[in-house]
């Protein structure tokens, strides 16, 4: 196995993504010791979607982010620019209204949404702050984003057991279930190099995002990042 470059164009995203559709959801399961609807329970109550609200989910692969939003009621796009993935999602969701897009030139027009949110993609994007900027912009005046990432654990020798899984058990773990394990040593690698949540909140309100709150899930292995358009 080569290693995966951390510097990856958006197109070469994009293939990676299309190589690992058709297994995603199980692979994500399963390397995330099942925490992974945990996480998904609490991106839904912070985003807490009320009746007629219109959702933007980027970077929604499958779908498998925006289902708990449309059983809570909300109106939900969900966009990716993985043709691969979206394919799939059609395929498992037909009903979901799926639009490909790129995070960083959405395919929508200014103040289209009651909310904007990105659950395990932004970190994959090739430049965080133009699709934190774009968010803002297809987002209404008062409107909410919520930002679902990994981030670092806040408790010293928990992070360096954590460490330890993501850098060596999980690529190995990969192998076994995913249909391209190449993609989850990157994916151990980016988490690695992605900011923590004091640093993620400043890309997020250097973006033009207020009020930033962060909630940490599972001891801060992921984070959930909340903001309102001014
Ligand atoms: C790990 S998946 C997350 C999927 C889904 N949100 C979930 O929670 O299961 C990351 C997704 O980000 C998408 N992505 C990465 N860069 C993107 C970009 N610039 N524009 C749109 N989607 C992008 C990928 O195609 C991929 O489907």
């Not at 989910?57 to 498998?64: E, F, P």
């Not at 670092?152 to 057991?161: A, D, N």
């Amino acid at each position: 196995m080569t290693r995966a470059s951390l510097s990856k164009e958006p197109r070469e995203v994009a293939a990676m993504f299309d190589d690992v559709a058709e297994r995603y959801d199980v692979t994500n399961d399963v390397l995330s010791l099942g925490q992974d609807r945990r996480w998904r329970r609490a991106v839904l109550s912070a985003i807490g979607p009320r009746p007629g609200e219109l959702v933007l989910d980027l970077a929604a692969g499958t779908g498998t982010s925006s289902l708990p939003l449309v059983f809570a009621g909300a109106s939900v796009i969900p966009c990716d620019f993985s043709i691969g993935m979206l394919r799939v999602g059609k395929r498992e969701r037909p009903r979901l209204p799926f639009v490909a897009g790129d995070a960083m030139r959405l395919p929508f027009a200014d103040q289209t949404f009651d909310v904007c949110t990105i659950a395990f993609g932004l970190r994959n994007v090739s430049d965080p702050g133009a699709a934190l900027g774009e968010m803002l912009r297809v987002t209404r005046r008062g409107g909410r984003l919520v930002v679902c990432e990994f981030s670092k654990p806040t408790f010293g020798p928990f992070r360096r057991i954590y460490d330890r899984y993501l850098m060596r058990a999980l690529p190995t773990l990969a192998t076994k279930v995913s249909s391209d394990p190449e993609s989850y040593l990157y994916l151990a690698e980016s988490i690695e190099a992605w900011p923590d949540q004091a640093g993620l909140a400043e890309v997020v309100s250097g973006a033009g995002w207020a009020g930033v709150q962060i909630r940490n899930l599972s001891g801060g292995v992921v984070a959930l990042h909340r903001a309102s358009r001014p």
